[in-house]
């Protein structure tokens, strides 16, 4: 196991101390976060891995300057795999939503080539019909659209063209902006969206807007055209394909089909990535002078977007209070917000407190059935708890989750 605990910035205090025996903080005020609570995060862990949930893992805790984390397991459970680092590169899944499709919307939207609130057909013309035509972008980014949760897998289809010819032809269930459904139709339309408004793919606009700004060195699409497969943690055995194993190759089947480029799902990364773009969101959308998103669409991501007609709490992209909101544990306040992928990740950020964490996993390995949904609850809770000095509870008090 591989452990870094450091400061991320230089300030009036520093964390000195690089070992898993504790971290000394030196200055006038207290340190951000206590290293005597890193051990039950680390136990946790170690448990699911233990009990053979997932293989491997890395973890990652901030807050003001202060970072713990932490590498765990082996990229399989085959004797003699690889051990996980803290640069291994995950398959992110769904985080993709919010770390590429959303921000890429918002800021096509910011330089006034999408309007949040004009119908979808108005830049998708194909999907007009059928109860679709009320659909808004804003519907989309808040899983508010009324589509059905996927794209159908038989017959078997390939290619962007096919996909949106079945995503343009699903029907609401609800009429749009009256229910929630979490949906990646909507997402993988978001993505169209993107290539059709900036004239380029969704992969190679958030590189150039958003991955290269902000330093993101191993996030991309399609991670194989540019690093070794060594680095990257495989997913699933495909049993219906000789067992072939994805290693570097999406493992969500919908964006497969699409060759790795989807709204919904195709992003890999590392934790050293995933928290610059959380330092550049709790900074209102700035990082190292490097303006990434305005203030306001940092707040529309990240604060209720869904009106209160619907009782899930969403931003335009963001996760606040849903039935999958389970990385906010006990403690993290209504307000806080994130997201998960499907290969057993998080994101999550609480403003409140200027904290956020991040895993990243191949719990997906080998065979697609293991279940991590209780250390996702436990993982929120252990963070906020590694909190120093700062009163979780009279936020429940003032702001109590719905």
Not at 92 to 111: N, R, Y
Not at 203 to 209: G, K, L, P, S
């Amino acid at each position: 196991m591989r452990v870094l605990l450091r400061a991320i910035t230089m300030t009036a205090s520093a964390c000195i101390a690089f070992s898993t025996a504790g971290c000394a903080w030196l200055g006038p005020r207290p340190a951000p976060l206590d290293a005597a609570r890193f051990a039950p995060i680390d136990h946790a862990i170690g448990s699911v891995i233990a009990e053979r949930r997932m293989p491997g893992a890395v973890f990652h805790l901030e807050r003001a300057g202060m970072a713990y984390q932490k590498a765990y397991g082996s990229y399989s459970y085959e004797k003699g795999a690889a051990a996980v680092t803290p640069a291994t590169v995950f398959d992110a899944a769904s985080l993709t939503k919010i770390v590429a499709t959303a921000p890429s919307v918002m800021l096509l939207a910011e330089e006034g080539r999408i309007a949040l609130d004009a119908p979808l057909v108005r830049y998708l013309p194909e999907c007009a019909g059928q109860g679709r035509d009320p659909i808004t972008v804003r519907h989309l980014l808040t899983h508010t659209s009324g589509l059905p949760a996927g794209l159908p897998a038989t017959p078997g289809w390939h290619g962007l063209a096919r996909a949106l010819e079945l995503a343009c032809s699903r029907t609401p269930t609800d009429p749009p902006g009256t229910a929630f459904r979490y949906s990646d139709v909507n997402y993988i339309l978001l993505g169209e969206l993107v290539r059709r408004v900036s004239g380029q793919p969704l992969d190679r606009f958030a590189r150039q807007r958003i991955f290269t700004p902000l330093g993101m060195r191993d996030s991309r699409f399609v991670p194989l055209a540019a690093l070794e497969a060594a680095r990257i943690a495989p997913t699933q055995r495909l049993a219906g394909d000789g067992l072939r194993l994805l290693q570097g190759e999406v493992h969500d089947p919908t964006a497969r089909r699409m060759d790795g480029v989807a709204g919904s799902a195709g992003l890999f990364t590392t934790a050293a990535d995933l928290a610059r773009f959380a330092r550049m969101l709790l900074a209102g959308g700035e990082l190292d002078g490097v303006r990434v998103l305005s203030r306001d669409s940092v707040r529309l991501m990240t604060t209720a977007q869904t009106g209160p007609a619907i009782v899930a709490q969403r931003g335009m992209g963001m996760d606040i209070d849903s039935p999958f909101a389970r990385p906010r544990g006990k403690l993290f306040p209504l307000g806080s917000y994130g997201h998960t992928g499907f290969t057993g990740c998080i994101l999550w950020i609480d403003p409140a407190s200027g904290t956020f964490y991040v895993l990243l996993s191949n719990r997906v390995y080998p065979d697609d059935r293991n279940n991590i949904l209780d250390l996702y609850a436990r993982l929120g809770t252990l963070s906020a708890e590694a909190v120093n000095g700062f009163d979780f509870a009279a936020l429940h008090k003032t702001n109590p989750a719905r």
